[in-house]
């Protein structure tokens, strides 16, 4: 079963432009993840943010979580064409192993 | 090359015959996990392992599916008597006790 939902489901923007994704969950949560995908290819990890966390920076990216809501979002600034790609949220649902993953957000940078 | 390693990259096999895939996780990592991804939607997890031991597994694992981690290091995922349904990318992560999760490249299932 899908935790989390992406919102929106996919976005188009311009070069150069921000992007921003947000991810709802439904669980209480350790961790929340942050992944992108090229089309056909694995997942690359883009940050981990903890549950006392409410901020977190990494080159491009900012993340942001809100526990009492339940939600995070993820910024990518300046954004490239290399950008092009599937982001997915995934939390551990309460500390479990596993990652449970929403459906993604599919975000195009045109050039 | 330390990242998760998986093999084959891709497979097309027919329906009824039986496929293994085998994962490599980063070396000093503990945990390994086997996903699967349809189409168009996240990854599904199938089933996590501690070392050699396998702690959980996910129902949608039938039967037909067995994992192993037989000395805590590489993993194989066999599917038995293939169906059209199982036509997916399966995908295999690593971790330590930090909890990152690194995934593989995934291997591509097709069964015609």
């Known amino acids: 079963s899908q935790q989390g939902e992406e919102d929106p489901q996919a976005l188009s923007i311009q070069e150069g432009e921000n992007a921003t994704m947000n991810c709802s969950y439904k669980?209480?949560?350790?961790?929340l993840q942050w992944y992108r995908q090229n089309s056909g290819r694995g997942l690359v990890h883009l940050i981990l943010?903890?549950?006392?966390?409410r901020e977190k920076h990494s080159g491009r990216l900012r993340v942001t979580l809100d526990t009492s809501k339940k939600s995070s979002s993820l910024l990518i600034t300046a954004s490239r064409a290399a950008d092009t790609a599937s982001y997915f949220c995934a939390t551990d649902e309460g500390g479990a192993q596993k990652l449970v993953f929403g459906q993604g957000t599919r975000l195009t940078i045109n050039p | 090359d330390t990242g998760v390693s998986q093999d084959p990259r891709h497979k097309i096999t027919k329906r009824g015959q039986n496929v293994t895939f085998r994962c490599d996780p980063i070396?000093?990592?503990?945990?390994l996990y086997w996903y699967r991804q349809t189409l168009g939607q996240g990854p599904e997890f199938l089933t996590y392992?501690?070392?050699?031991?396998?702690?959980?597994k996910s129902r949608l694992l039938s039967d037909r599916f067995s994992a192993e981690r037989p000395k805590g290091s590489f993993s194989t995922l066999e599917i038995q008597r293939t169906e059209q349904g199982d036509s997916a990318m399966y995908l295999c992560a690593s971790s330590s006790d930090r909890g990152e999760k690194f995934f593989g490249p995934g291997t591509r299932l097709t069964v015609l």
């Open positions: 943010i903890r549950s006392n966390e």
């Open positions: 669980t209480s949560i350790n961790n």
């Open positions: 070396s000093e990592h503990n945990r």
């Open positions: 392992f501690q070392n050699e031991a396998q702690l959980e």
